[in-house]
């Protein structure tokens, strides 16, 4: 739903709405944090680490550039220089797809695989202590439920998470 300055009656948040984002804003970016500073050890960035899960999530032959945005969720523009440093660093190659030449696809290479392989225990471990086990397993299905409602909202033209791997 995009900004319509027009609307002029505005529904404020309660103070318990108003906890809630605030709840959710800090946690985002204390996890970004914590997830970066666990990450930095392999030499990979949060960024590189969701590009090379994508990747290595598809097999060998890699993905094409629009199915890595619709599973990473980011904007064209962002993957374009993402894609680009980490190409430069070794991590993934790029090239021309073989059935149509014109998209580009991805794929991850044997660096690229041997950083993910080292930092992903870590990293889960880190997902782990500092998100899926402060959950029941009650409370992680109203969270999924959720996140995919929210998800659906704010992004419905992307596919839903099962039909991207």
């Known amino acids: 739903m ?4 027009r609307v002029t009656e505005v529904r404020w948040l309660t103070q318990d709405e108003l906890q809630v984002w605030q709840l959710y804003i800090l946690c985002q970016y204390d996890l970004e944090r914590v997830i970066s500073a666990d990450l930095s050890g392999s ?3 949060h960024a590189d680490y969701a590009v090379l899960v994508a990747l290595s999530a598809g097999g060998d ?3 094409r550039v629009g ?3 619709d599973w990473i969720g980011w904007e064209g523009s962002r993957l374009a220089h993402q ?3 980490m190409e430069q660093r070794g991590l993934v190659t790029r090239s021309r797809a073989a059935d149509d030449g014109r998209g580009t696809v991805v794929t991850i290479t044997d660096e690229g695989r041997a950083r993910i392989e080292a930092a992903a225990p870590g990293h889960v471990r880190t997902v782990r ?5 402060l959950m029941s397993p009650e409370e992680r299905e109203v969270m999924a439920r959720v996140l995919q409602r929210v998800n659906r909202f704010v992004a419905p033209d992307r596919p839903p998470l099962a039909d991207l791997s």
Do not use: K
């Not at 995009?2 to 300055?5: G, H, S």
């Open 129 to 133: 202590a500092n998100f899926i086990d």
């Open 67 to 69: 199915r890595l945005r």
């Open 61 to 63: 032959e890699g993905a």
């Open 83 to 85: 894609l680009r440093r």
């Open 43 to 45: 030499g990979l960035s």
């Open 2 to 5: 995009a900004y319509d300055a």
